[in-house]
């Protein structure tokens, strides 16, 4: 069980993330949705430990990990797998060598670096390259990928960490739509197949709700709606969104849970 308990998060005069709690249990897949700066960036930054709480704690397990350092902090950030929107791969590197990236959180020392990894970890890569369909690109460059193919293998390098958790930010909002789907029946598959817990941010609402049993939705950094997709009404939907999305809707829509694309 992932508990955020009065989680808040202050970066000067802004309230980024502002006395969320919430239990999230084990296994669980969460879309996190609200508009830009609603705070679910730093929401997924908060569980990872990338930035520090203003106020709350982080409780994984029932163990805190607000006061984590040293050791025990770099455990716990490989145990919160993070898959980015821009990938944050290293476009000249190979697809081997920037998956294997991911084993470094556990394998330290000069020998990763020199790009030494142990036969083991090279055959994992190349089972989870498998898993993700990337196999057949393992000694591609990944600046020759298109970017669903990207993502993919940032999600196997992910993977890599043997995480418990996975924090995706916005891991669609580069991709066309087919790309989209691809990466998010990946992630849906992962948490299904490994009982690895998804959280992911969206933009799409109508993507949240295909994949995402439980939707989280935040505005001005609090959470206004958690629920499943069928109880995302619309007026819930005003709550998260604002006004700005029935005006873009038919009086029809309205009356029934929205079916929205991308939303700003
Ligand atoms: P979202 O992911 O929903 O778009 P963010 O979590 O990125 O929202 O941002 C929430 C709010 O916090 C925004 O007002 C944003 O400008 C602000 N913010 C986020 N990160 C920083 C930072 N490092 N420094 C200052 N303000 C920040």
């Known amino acids: 069980m992932l508990e955020l308990k009065g989680l808040s998060k202050r970066f000067g005069e802004t309230v980024a993330v502002d006395n969320v709690s919430l239990k999230i249990p084990a296994g ?17 930054r908060l569980i990872n430990r ?13 163990t805190p990990v607000g006061g984590l350092n ?3 902090l770099r ?8 898959v980015f929107q821009q990938f944050n791969l290293s476009p000249r590197l190979d697809v081997m060598n920037n998956v294997l990236t991911g084993s470094l959180c556990r394998n330290q020392g ?30 591609q460059r990944c600046c020759t990928l298109s ?15 043997m995480p418990d958790i996975i924090l995706a930010d916005e891991p669609i909002a580069s991709l066309d739509p087919a790309n989209a789907e691809t990466v998010m029946e990946t992630l849906a598959r992962i948490n299904r197949e490994r009982g690895i817990t998804v959280l992911v941010n969206l933009h799409a609402l109508d993507i949240a ?5 439980r939707i989280i939705g935040m505005a001005q950094g609090r959470v206004v709606f ?28 309205t009356q029934s849970p929205m079916r929205l694309g991308a939303v700003a």
């Open 110 to 139: 000069i020998a990763p670096l020199l790009k030494m990894f142990p036969a083991e970890e090279r055959a994992r890569a190349i089972l989870e390259l498998h898993a993700l369909d990337m196999a057949d690109a393992a000694l």
């Open 226 to 253: 958690d629920g499943s997709p069928d109880a995302l009404h619309a007026a819930a939907v005003e709550q998260i969104y604002g006004r700005h999305v029935f005006e873009a809707s038919s009086p029809a829509v």
């Open 209 to 213: 709700r295909r994949y995402c049993p």
């Open 75 to 82: 455990e716990w950030r490989a145990r919160c797998g993070m």
């Open 70 to 72: 040293g050791k025990a």
């Open 28 to 44: 669980a897949m969460v879309g996190v949705i609200g508009r830009s700066g609603a705070g679910k960036s730093t929401l997924l």
């Open 147 to 161: 970017g669903g193919q990207q993502q993919r293998v940032a999600i196997a390098r992910t993977l890599m960490q």
């Open 50 to 62: 990338l930035c520090d709480p203003t106020a709350g704690e982080i409780m994984w397990h029932g």
